[in-house]
Nanobody, 116 residues
Framework: QVQLVESGGGLVQPGGSLRLSCAAS????????MGWYRQAPGKQRELVAS???????NYADAVKGRFTISRDNTKKMVYLQMNSLKPEDTAVYYC??????????WGQGTQVTVSS
């Protein structure tokens, strides 16, 4: 059984920072290309960052230069460091496999709200 549990969200002012964590179960975690997704109200879920099993990263243009994705295969964790946050970053953030054909069941996500 594979589980994904996101945490670390909260309310932050514009320009602030948050670090999200994703705890994953499953013996094959280290083989998965992992991603962070977000979904804002009324919008589609979008991939914002991904990291390969060996640490190669990719970012959506909207977050490039501000967000950093990383992973710890020993701990089966994926992280998203978010800096210089903007109101448009407000969304529920989820982690999952970045290869859509093999995505796991979605967790509950963690809410990020950027507001004054």
């Amino acid at each position: 059984q594979v589980q994904l549990v996101e945490s670390g969200g909260g309310l932050v002012q514009p320009g602030g920072s948050l670090r999200l964590s994703c705890a994953a179960s499953g013996s094959r975690f280290s083989l998965y290309h992992m991603g962070w997704y977000r979904q804002a109200p009324g919008k589609q879920r979008e991939l914002v960052a991904s990291v390969t099993p060996v640490g190669t990263t990719n970012y959506a243009d909207a977050v490039k230069g501000r967000f950093t994705i990383s992973r710890d295969n020993t701990k089966k964790m994926v992280y998203l460091q978010m800096n210089s946050l903007k109101p448009e970053d407000t969304a529920v953030y989820y982690c999952n496999r970045a290869t859509v054909e093999y995505q796991l069941g979605w967790g509950q996500g963690t809410q990020v709200t950027v507001s004054s």
